[in-house]
């Protein structure tokens, strides 16, 4: 049973940065992929960015250039390093994991493929 705890969010204001990070437990694999998930009040969720099992990152559209997905093997953690946030990234971030090799590349932004969830943490922008 894989476990992900996340931790880093806060409030910030616009402009501000923040960086994410998802402790991870129970893989039974070194392969895996995972990703940053993200729900703001009453809107549905929506992908953020993904790193696959080779590590090649991928990023939804309005994330990029703003957003840096990155992963520490050795400490099983995920990291999202957040810059110039803006009021609309205000959301319960949420992270997610999956054993093995597959997929690869833009897949990994589809939360149907994960089995694992983090509980969120919480990210306030205000202007």
């Known amino acids: 049973q894989v476990q992900l705890v996340e931790s880093g969010g806060g409030s910030v204001q616009a402009g501000g940065s923040l960086r994410l990070s998802c402790a991870a437990s129970?893989?039974?694999?070194?392969?895996?992929?995972m990703g940053w998930f993200r729900q703001g009040q009453g809107k549905e969720r929506e992908a953020v960015a993904g790193?696959?099992?080779?590590?090649?990152?991928s990023y939804a559209d309005s994330m990029k250039g703003r957003f840096t997905i990155s992963q520490d093997n050795a400490k099983n953690t995920l990291y999202l390093q957040m810059h110039n946030l803006k009021p609309e990234d205000t959301a319960l971030y949420y992270c997610?994991?999956?054993?093995?090799?597959?997929?690869?590349?833009?897949?990994?932004?589809?939360?149907?493929?994960?089995?694992?969830w983090g509980q969120g943490t919480q990210v306030t922008v205000s202007s």
């Open positions: 997610a994991a999956r054993n093995g090799r597959r997929p690869y590349g833009l897949d990994t932004l589809n939360a149907l493929i994960y089995p694992w």
């Open positions: 790193i696959d099992s080779f590590g090649r990152t």
């Open positions: 129970g893989f039974t694999s070194s392969s895996r992929c």
